[in-house]
């Protein structure tokens, strides 16, 4: 079966340069999740989109933006990089639709690490 | 989200039932209990959740208690494949964050 895609998944940057990660939901689902992983911590929740409209706002850095396309994919834009921003950054999908009688569990995807010196 | 309260580390031989307990006592009453874990550093994987009746699929069995105020995960026969760090998670049905807490990391032992 079809996973959540991220990409890269690695990336290395400097101090105050930009980033952007992707994500690419399993097909058919319309809601979007972004999660950072610090060393040694729990994932905190970022944000999410549910059919291209932000649906809620976590932890997200004012420097950090984010987006969902018409395809459902996401990206996280990420500016003035500092090493406080070296983490995983995990990607969930989940399927939201009104009609939808499921769990609405959220499936992640593989993570991109990002390391900043 | 109501609050969740799980040991921070347990062990398991392998082969053995690996029961994860967690505490929920603020849970209010269209909140379920979700099961999340993590295999090391690798993205968060859907174990189980359940309202207040027990569930079990192929992965594990929850147990919730009649007050709801706590579960217990169940994984009846553990492999060494199942060590990862295990998240009790409590929120309503719908398409809200999830919110990790601290979460209990389970060893699988020879």
């Known amino acids: 079966a079809a996973g959540v895609i991220q990409s890269p998944r690695h990336l290395i940057k400097e101090k105050r340069e930009t980033a952007t990660l992707k994500c690419y939901p399993i097909p058919r689902h319309d809601t979007v999740y972004w999660y950072q992983q610090g060393p040694g911590q729990d994932p905190q929740f970022l944000i999410s989109?549910?059919?291209?409209?932000?649906?809620d706002k976590g932890s997200i850095p004012d420097r950090f933006s984010a987006q969902q396309f018409s395809d459902y994919h996401s990206e996280l834009n990420m500016s003035s990089l500092e090493l406080g921003d070296s983490a995983l950054y995990f990607c969930?999908?989940?399927?939201?639709?009104?009609?939808?009688?499921?769990?609405?569990?959220?499936?992640f995807g593989p993570g991109t690490r990002l390391t900043v010196t | 989200d109501a609050k969740t309260t799980q040991p921070p580390s347990m062990d398991c031989a392998e082969g053995r039932a690996a029961n994860l307990p967690c505490n929920h006592s603020?849970?209010?009453?269209?909140?379920?209990v979700y099961w999340y874990r993590q295999i090391h550093s690798q993205g968060p994987q859907y174990i189980i959740h359940?309202?207040?009746n027990n569930e079990t699929n192929e992965m594990a069995s929850l147990i919730i208690t009649e007050d709801r105020k706590s579960s217990t995960l169940i994984l009846p026969h553990a492999t060494l494949r199942d060590t990862a760090v295990y998240y009790c998670i409590v929120r309503g049905l719908s398409g809200y964050a999830l919110n990790f807490g601290k979460g209990t990391s389970l060893l699988v032992t020879p």
């Open positions: 989109f549910y059919e291209k409209m932000q649906s």
């Open positions: 359940g309202l207040k």
């Open positions: 603020t849970i209010s009453g269209n909140e379920y």
């Open positions: 969930a999908s989940s399927l939201l639709s009104r009609d939808y009688k499921g769990t609405y569990e959220q499936y």
